[in-house]
């Protein structure tokens, strides 16, 4: 069963950057369009960031300009490089699948992003 591990997040003061990262078990990663989601506290998770397969990119308008998305489709991985970060950015961070098919690829832990001085 492919699984989906995040890692990167951590404390930052706003105007910082963090680099998070999502590596997948296996190749399904390299297939499907991948997006980076977060869920702040209260919130619905939502979708922030995606890249097609051949990287094509989307991003919310909130994070426009600030995020950049990538993926290295050869160690199914997928990136998100924020910069100049907010703390209306704090939540944790996932990756998925776009659209979602849980019943293909769950959810991974996740890794928590915080934003403050």
């Known amino acids: 069963q492919v699984q989906l591990v995040e890692s990167g997040g951590g404390l930052v003061q706003p105007g910082g950057s963090l680099r998070l990262s999502c590596a997948a078990s296996?190749?399904?990663?390299?297939?499907?369009?991948m997006g980076w989601y977060r869920q702040a506290p209260g919130l619905q998770r939502a979708l922030v960031a995606s890249?097609?397969?051949?990287?094509?990119?989307t991003y919310v308008a909130s994070v426009k300009g600030r995020f950049t998305i990538s993926r290295d489709n050869a160690k199914n991985t997928v990136y998100l490089q924020m910069n100049m970060l907010k703390p209306e950015d704090t939540a944790v961070y996932y990756c998925?699948?776009?659209?979602?098919?849980?019943?293909?690829?769950?959810w991974g832990q996740g890794t928590q992003v915080t934003v403050s001085s």
């Open positions: 296996g190749s399904i990663s390299s297939i499907y369009t």
């Open positions: 890249i097609t397969r051949g990287g094509s990119t």
């Open positions: 998925n699948l776009v659209p979602l098919r849980l019943g293909v690829l769950g």
